[in-house]
């Protein structure tokens, strides 16, 4: 399997590389090769090699030069046919719908949000309340602290109304605070104005003519789309949005959003802190100003920018564009990668082709893959097969757990107080499958319908980490996260540490269990 894998991946990889002229399938990105467009291969090696020695796992790539997909690349078991939860990056789309509104003249930012929701509203309307713009919202100036979104998206079932109730302490349009509860009132302004949700408004003003398909969009209680987080895309889309603004709204030969739409919307409206030294500013890529929910970079770059390094960066002065999805605990040093190996790589004319180079850019790509865990052999294997475990009380609601062997896979079953899952994990590879067992999210406990998003594409592997120790991973391949269990057996009793990948260590829940 591993074999064809490659095999396969070489295939599609000289497909990308071939300085022959070949039809793109409908839709897609026009491919062309690095050097001529003006790229080294080896400074994108050297740029891949960088990201296997960072803190970052890296999950896809795609880098575009002149409007051409250079080089692209899957760590596997991602693939370029999934989508990949966005995260923040879903505020550009969402704001990106505000822009056709705007364009459409069934809004304006300088209207007020309180007058697109009276039955909402508190009783009494503060000043600043009253004051709040379409456009303030838009530059993340909504004016309460802390940010609300975790607060109102856990308690309540009425978004607006909790936003509403929600004190604004700093006049609006005067200082920048994060808030993603702001952008969910951007879509729900949308779907106002339109009678639609911004995914379903914007399909055939933005999905199609970019040739987007297979979307989803998480959505609230009420059918109003997450707006600042939900959206789940493919790499190729991604990249597209950011060379879509690249291109100042046009898109094969049409515009598609107004040029001055663009420029409005990706210029710097507010800074993050006014007061922040030179030195820290010039080192940061969060302190270069908020656009309309895209963030300045430096290099005169900008980008759509979600939790965890997603990220779609558009480089004018290097006619370039860079989509990566990702999970990175240390998203400035993802950036840094960015700047260190692929910035100084953009050359103004053509480089004359290199065979070898392109080679060694054609096995790197065709070579990325996260660490499966080790296949060996568990004596304890044989002794727990077929058993059953019951679970004392937890906060994941585990009741039972039991293990099943058979040919290099381990069958795994989860009864909880609502639901029964089982789920494959493979020896030494990943077992592919779907699941329902709720998967790990920063938003998992928001109160809104995200059933979209199941089943769940999942990978599975196992190891012993010793003879009492097996390890289930787990990973979720339409988002940046994973799951580890590890099960520890002490005689006829068990012991699971749940552990989510994006807590990096810091938390793990421990369940008891003993054999049924």
């Known amino acids: 399997m591993t074999q064809f894998r490659s095999t396969t991946r070489s295939l599609l990889f000289f497909v990308l590389l071939s300085t022959n002229a070949i039809a793109q399938k409908a839709g897609s990105l026009p491919r062309s090769t690095p050097e001529a467009e003006g790229v080294a291969s080896d400074d994108i090696v050297k740029f891949l090699d960088a990201t296997g020695k960072s803190k970052t796992e890296f999950h896809s790539f795609m880098l575009l030069r002149h409007g051409k997909v250079i080089a692209e690349g899957w760590w596997d078991p991602y693939r370029p046919d999934l989508k990949h939860t966005l995260y923040s990056c879903s505020k550009s789309f969402t704001a990106t719908a505000v822009g056709f509104a705007v364009q459409e003249k069934k809004l304006s930012l300088s209207d007020k949000v309180v007058s697109f929701f009276p039955n909402d509203l508190p009783d009494t309307i503060s000043k600043f309340l009253s004051e709040l713009t379409v456009k303030d919202v838009l530059i993340m100036s909504d004016g309460q602290e802390p940010d609300p979104t975790g607060i109102v998206g856990t308690k309540y079932t009425n978004w607006r109304k909790g936003f509403f109730e929600t004190p604004i302490l700093h006049e609006p349009g005067a200082v920048f605070l994060y808030n993603s509860l702001g952008t969910y009132i951007l879509s729900a302004i949308v779907q106002k104005v339109t009678g639609q949700k911004v995914v379903d408004y914007l399909k055939p003003r933005f999905f199609d003519p970019l040739g987007i398909t297979g979307m989803d969009w998480e959505t609230d209680m009420q059918g109003i789309n997450t707006g600042g987080w939900g959206l789940r895309l493919k790499t190729e889309d991604m990249a597209k949005f950011a060379q879509l603004f690249l291109q100042k709204g046009k898109w094969n030969g049409k515009q598609i959003l107004p040029e001055s739409w663009i420029e409005e919307a990706s210029t710097k409206k507010i800074l993050q802190s006014p007061d922040a030294p030179q030195s820290k500013r010039d080192s940061s890529d969060w302190l270069q100003g908020y656009c309309y929910q895209m963030w300045r970079c430096r290099h005169n770059a900008f980008r759509g920018d979600g939790a965890f390094g997603q990220f779609m960066i558009v480089m004018p002065e290097q006619d370039a564009v860079l989509a990566i999805t990702a999970e990175s605990p240390d998203l400035q040093g993802e950036i840094n990668l960015v700047w260190d190996y692929l910035l100084p790589a953009f050359k103004s004319d053509k480089l004359p082709p290199d065979n070898a180079a392109a080679t060694r850019l054609k096995e790197k790509i065709s070579s990325l893959a996260l660490p499966v865990p080790q296949k060996n052999t ?79 594409k999942i990978n599975g592997a196992y190891t012993w980490r010793d003879v009492n120790t097996l390890e289930l991973v787990l990973r979720y391949i339409e988002s940046p996260h994973t799951e580890t269990f590890t099960c520890r057996f002490n005689g006829n009793k ?5 552990a989510r990948s994006f807590d990096y260590g810091r938390t793990k829940t421990v369940i008891e269990a003993e054999e049924k």
């Open 494 to 498: 068990l012991t699971i540490e749940a």
């Open 378 to 456: 568990g004596t304890l294997a044989t002794t727990i097969n077929g058993k059953t475990f019951s679970a004392s009380s937890n906060s994941m609601h585990l009741q039972t757990v039991s293990f099943g062997f058979s040919n290099d896979v381990c069958e795994v079953k989860f009864q909880t107080d609502t639901a029964k899952y089982q789920v494959a994990f493979g020896a030494g590879h990943w077992k592919a499958a779907e699941t329902y067992m709720p998967q790990p999210a920063l938003t998992a406990g928001m109160i809104e319908n995200n059933s979209m998003i199941y089943p769940a």
